[in-house]
Nanobody, 127 residues
Framework: QVQLVESGGGSVQAGGSLNLSCAAS????????LGWFRQAPGNKREAVAS??????????ADSVKGRFAISRDNAKNTLYLYLQMNSLKPEDTSMYYC??????????????????WGQGTQVTVSS
């Protein structure tokens, strides 16, 4: 059974940092792509960052380039996905979700291509 569990969200002031984590169990590290998405009320879910199977290829939304860093740890039984978020802005306020796709090798950005989703973790940035 596949399960994705996010943690690390919270409330910070603008300019602050947060580190999101996602534990993905039930997946094979050698063929699973991972990504972070966010969705604010009334908005579409958008890709924030994604990472290929081996971590060699990454994608960042223009709005977060230079501030966010995605990484992964391909442990034996559980995959770990991280998102280090620095220099946070009020516009980064959103629910953040991690996502996984099986039988994949590259960094992908379309939400429709991911098979599994976590429940989300709220990030709130105040000015």
């Amino acid at each position: 059974q596949v399960q994705l569990v996010e943690s690390g969200g919270g409330s910070v002031q603008a300019g602050g940092s947060l580190n999101l984590s996602c534990a993905a169990s039930g997946l094979t590290s050698g063929s699973t792509c991972l990504g972070w998405f966010r969705q604010a009320p009334g908005n579409k879910r958008e890709a924030v960052a994604s990472i290929s199977t081996g971590g060699g290829s990454t994608y960042y939304a223009d709005s977060v380039k230079g501030r966010f860093a995605i990484s992964r740890d391909n442990a034996k039984n559980t995959l770990y996905l991280y998102l280090q978020m620095n220099s946070l802005k009020p516009e980064d306020t959103s629910m953040y979700y991690c996502a996984a796709r099986r039988l994949c090798s590259v960094a992908i950005t379309s939400p429709s291509l991911y098979n599994y989703w976590g429940q989300g973790t709220q990030v709130t940035v105040s000015s």
